[in-house]
Structures are given as structure tokens and as C-alpha cells.
Nanobody, 123 residues
Framework: QVQLVESGGGLVQAGDSLRLSCAVS????????MGWFRQAPGKEREFVAG????????DYAYSVKGRFTISRDNTKNMTYLEMITLKPEDTAVYYC????????????????WGQGTQVTVSS
């Protein structure tokens, strides 16, 4: 049974930092590209960051570039999203997702999703 479990969300003030974690089990982690997405109330789910199987290729949404850092540890089956200088517009439920071979910016391509973790940034 494949499981993706996010953690690390919370309520913070603008300018603060958070580190989200995603623990993956039930699949060969090193064979999957990983993505982080977010969904704010009333909005569509949007791509935040993606990382290739080895970590050699990384992409970010323009809105988070320079503030967010995605990483992975294939020895621990974990992926992370380090977020600094958080803004109120970063408020959303954050999801990690796994896609065979290579990540993409399209949510529909992902086979597995976590349940999400809430990030709320107050002004």
C-alpha cells in the first residue's frame, strides 16, 4: 500500500519559515519524481516545486522561486519543502505527490498523493 504523509504545516506570520516533510512508503522511491503542490480555498491546485529521481533536476513555480527549496533523501524515502520569507498568499493546503520517472507541473500526471498539510501565513 502506497502512502505519502505530509507534515510540518502550521500557522506562522509573514516573513517566517517552515519546513514541510513528506514520508513515502510502499513504492520504490528512487523511481519516482516528486512534486509539491498547493491549493488555496476556491482555487485550483497549483504546482509549487518538482524534483527528479536523483535530485539532479529541480523546478519551481515563479511565485516561490528564491524562497522555497525542494529536496529529497532517497535513503530515507523523504522529500522536503523548505519555505522562507512566507507571505499571506502562500496560505494553502500543501500536497506532495509521486509520479513515475519524472515530475511534471500537471497534477493529473501523478499517481500518488498525500493527504495535505495546512500552511497559514498571517499578515
Amino acid at each position: 500500500q502506497v502512502q505519502l504523509v505530509e507534515s510540518g504545516g502550521g500557522l506562522v506570520q509573514a516573513g517566517d519559515s517552515l519546513r514541510l516533510s513528506c514520508a513515502v512508503s510502499g513504492l520504490t522511491f528512487s523511481a519516482y519524481g516528486m512534486g509539491w503542490f498547493r491549493q488555496a480555498p476556491g482555487k485550483e491546485r497549483e504546482f509549487v516545486a518538482g524534483i527528479s529521481r536523483t535530485g539532479g533536476r529541480i523546478d519551481y513555480a515563479y511565485s516561490v522561486k528564491g524562497r522555497f527549496t525542494i529536496s529529497r533523501d532517497n535513503t530515507k524515502n523523504m522529500t522536503y519543502l523548505e519555505m522562507i520569507t512566507l507571505k499571506p498568499e502562500d496560505t494553502a493546503v500543501y500536497y506532495c505527490a509521486a509520479q513515475r520517472w519524472l515530475y511534471s507541473e500537471i497534477p493529473g500526471g501523478y499517481s500518488y498523493w498525500g493527504q495535505g498539510t495546512q500552511v497559514t501565513v498571517s499578515s
